[in-house]
């Protein structure tokens, strides 16, 4: 059974930063691609980020390109991502998903099999 656990969440000023981190376990890590993705309130989840299978590509939204990174650590199951200059429209939820078997990053989510329960991200002004 696959499990994503996401952590590193919280409350930052604007301009701080945070590093989120899934541990995913249940099938192997390295095989596949990743993603991050957030929801904030009322609003439809949106994708982030994404790592393909072998770590050689990254992906983002042009809207956090230069802020947030993407990585992963294969040797320890998990996925980060680093997010500095944040900012109030920053607050959502965020998740993990781990993708397909040997893929390219995605930011389409019907790429992605698995979820994590997500994290809480709250930026204050």
């Known amino acids: 059974q696959v499990q994503l656990v996401e952590s590193g969440g919280g409350v930052v000023q604007a301009g701080g930063s945070l590093r989120l981190s899934c541990a995913a376990s249940?099938?192997?890590?390295?095989?596949?691609?990743m993603g991050w993705f957030r929801q904030a309130p009322g609003k439809e989840r949106e994708f982030v980020a994404a790592?393909?299978?072998?770590?050689?590509?990254?992906l983002y939204t042009d809207s956090m390109k230069g802020r947030f990174t993407i990585s992963r650590d294969n040797a320890k199951n998990t996925l980060y991502l680093q997010m500095n200059s944040l900012k109030p429209e920053d607050t959502a939820v965020y998740y993990c998903?781990?993708?397909?078997?040997?893929?390219?990053?995605?930011?389409?989510?019907?790429?992605?099999?698995?979820w994590g329960q997500g994290t809480q991200v709250t930026v204050s002004s």
């Open positions: 998903a781990s993708g397909r078997l040997y893929a390219d990053a995605s930011h389409d989510t019907s790429q992605y099999d698995y």
């Open positions: 249940g099938r192997t890590f390295s095989w596949y691609a």
């Open positions: 790592i393909s299978w072998s770590g050689g590509r990254t």
